[in-house]
């Protein structure tokens, strides 16, 4: 079974505080996406990463950054928290290669509120 | 440009009922791959379903089940004999080739069944 695994299920920050969420897949996989789930407004891609060390900017980049230093690993970073960034936050990969290629599989997600 | 539509907000239905969730899907590609996600009340989505756009046959999984029309654009998921444990959030998602490590959601339906 695929295993998408997230740091902290709840996290409780400050504005203006750098904010790290981590994402760990066990699976190989070549392709790794961040995401926010927000009320009314569905899924939106903050950013993915298709292979170490590269990114592409999603749908709503503005005020995240990204790192990918191992394949299995995929960090978003807040880098001055702000409260309209309160939000479920949601890791997925997919394996990039082979019949189910895109494929995404998910986190358990991190609900973060900033105060 | 992708998107993919849930028109229904929410449904609600007694346990046994039979409930169908409907998906309409744009895109210019014709290599394209439609996904039925679960998030249940945890919070994680979890894969259901993937089909392809050279594939319309219909698909059968227990309980679920999946009508694929490429002539309405539709990738329709029925429950048969609903539970109480198929409360959850559905969500429609779209990969098309062009863009092929990402996915377009639909804004979900949030099934209720009660007992």
């Known amino acids: 079974d695929v295993k998408v695994t997230q740091s902290s299920r709840y996290l409780v920050k400050r504005t203006g505080e750098k904010v790290f969420l981590e994402c760990v897949q066990d699976m190989d996989h070549e392709n790794m996406f961040w995401y926010r789930q927000d009320p009314g407004l569905g899924l939106r891609l903050i950013y993915f990463?298709?292979?170490?060390?590269?990114?592409e900017k999603g749908d709503i980049p503005e005020g995240y950054s990204v790192s990918r230093e191992k394949k299995e690993r995929f960090s978003l970073i807040l880098e001055s928290a702000s409260t309209n960034q309160t939000s479920m936050y949601l890791c997925?990969?997919?394996?990039?290669?082979?019949?189910?290629?895109?494929?995404?599989?998910f986190g358990p997600g991190t609900r973060l509120l900033v105060l | 440009a992708q998107k993919v539509t849930q028109a229904q907000t929410e449904i609600s239905v007694v346990e046994k009922e039979d409930v169908t969730l409907d998906c309409v899907y744009e895109t210019r590609d014709t290599t394209y791959y439609l996904f039925w996600y679960k998030q249940p009340p945890s919070g994680e989505l979890v894969f259901l379903i993937r089909r392809n756009s050279f594939d319309e046959q219909n698909e059968i999984s227990g309980r679920y089940s999946w009508n694929f029309q490429k002539s309405t654009s539709s990738f329709n998921f029925t429950i048969t004999a609903s539970q109480v444990v198929d409360s959850a959030v559905y969500f429609c998602?779209?990969?098309?080739?062009?863009?092929?490590?990402?996915?377009?959601f639909g804004s979900g339906t949030q099934l209720t069944v009660l007992p």
């Open positions: 990463s298709y292979d170490v060390k590269m990114k």
């Open positions: 998602a779209l990969s098309a080739t062009g863009s092929a490590r990402q996915l377009t």
């Open positions: 997925a990969s997919s394996p990039g290669q082979g019949r189910y290629q895109e494929t995404q599989y």
